[in-house]
């Protein structure tokens, strides 16, 4: 039984703590707060891993260190840089082989399916900080510092999904409501399961011979906005989607009051024409199969209504 190191008890952190610990692996699982899913083989510890010795000292004699923090948008700049210099630092003293959950945005705009060969080319300032933090691993890695492996997605789907979808279209389709999105809601668009990320990403901490790269987690066919929304009421027995595009000026406005409407600015991009990710090479490697999304959508919707108050 090995120790495996989990940094974040958000959505990907949890699925991965839980999928480790049920393979009968030892769980550590760090948060500022000590907080995580309940299971007799994951150890909850409450720890600033931006901390190197705090880090160093909770990952010694680890097999992986997986880092899985989320965070707010608007603390993307300051706050992340120094967990991953952490996470290098650690992973370069305790000789744990560090996974990184990364996203699309160090790509910046692209045209057709994008696939890992893709150059990071990024356009946003959230997509600057994803960039520079592979690139500084990545870097460690080719000069035998340390070992690491990063697996991307993209929107997520599943229990505790967060996403400009989950949090702009899901309550209004739920409730019956017409949703307002800022995007075209008919461009081709990917969508990747919870459970999926934290599949590969064990998975890819565990294969030396998928060290050293990044991974494009296995992703379903394509969905548009639209298609997505209409999927979300068919499954929740909910009212027949309405849909419409959200004018700039209106989520320029919103951005004056929400911190997260602002930072989303940034992003239209990735909305406004068709987002594809190509997860073939991560499918062949490593033998997964992408989570339906019909059945992503279902534990995303079930674990909305169950976070619901009851009345």
Not at 125 to 148: D, F, P, Q, Y
Not at 207 to 234: F, I, N, Y
Not at 281 to 286: K, M, Q
Not at 294 to 305: N, P, S, T
Request: proline letters at 8%.
């Amino acid at each position: 039984m090995s120790l495996h190191i989990v940094i974040g008890a958000g959505p990907v952190g949890t699925a991965a703590a839980r999928l480790l610990a049920d393979r009968g692996e030892r769980v550590r699982l760090l948060t500022r707060r000590g907080t995580g899913p309940e299971h007799p083989a994951i150890e909850l510890v409450a720890a600033d891993a931006t901390d190197a010795p705090t880090l160093i000292g909770h990952a010694d004699g680890a097999t992986a260190l997986y880092q899985c923090a989320g965070m707010p948008y608007k603390n993307w700049v300051t706050d992340f840089p120094p967990l991953a210099a952490a996470c290098v630092t650690a992973a370069e003293k305790t000789g744990a082989v560090l996974a990184t959950v990364g996203n699309l945005y160090g790509y910046g705009e692209f045209d057709g399916p994008v696939d890992e060969s893709h150059p990071l080319q990024p356009n946003s300032v959230k997509g600057r900080v994803r960039a520079e933090m592979w690139n500084s691993a990545l870097a460690a890695h080719r000069a035998g510092r340390i070992r690491t492996v990063e697996v991307r997605g993209s929107d997520y789907l599943g229990a505790g999904a967060n996403s400009t979808f989950t949090a702009m279209a899901l309550p209004a389709l739920l409730a019956g409501k017409k949703a307002m999105v800022p995007a075209d809601p008919d461009a081709a668009h990917s969508w990747t399961a919870i459970d999926d990320v934290a599949c590969t990403l064990v998975a890819a901490a565990a294969d030396d011979t998928a060290w050293g790269r990044p991974w494009h987690v296995p992703t379903p066919p394509p969905m548009s906005m639209r298609a997505l929304a209409e999927l979300v009421a068919s499954v929740a027995g909910a009212p027949p989607a309405r849909v419409s595009r959200m004018p700039y000026a209106l989520l320029w406005v919103a951005g004056l009051f929400n911190a997260d409407a602002k930072e989303i600015r940034e992003l239209r991009y990735q909305f406004d024409r068709p987002f594809v990710l190509d997860s073939a090479a991560a499918i062949a490697h490593f033998g997964i199969e992408p989570t339906p999304t019909e059945q992503a959508v279902l534990a995303m919707v079930q674990d909305r209504r169950a976070g619901q108050p009851k009345g």
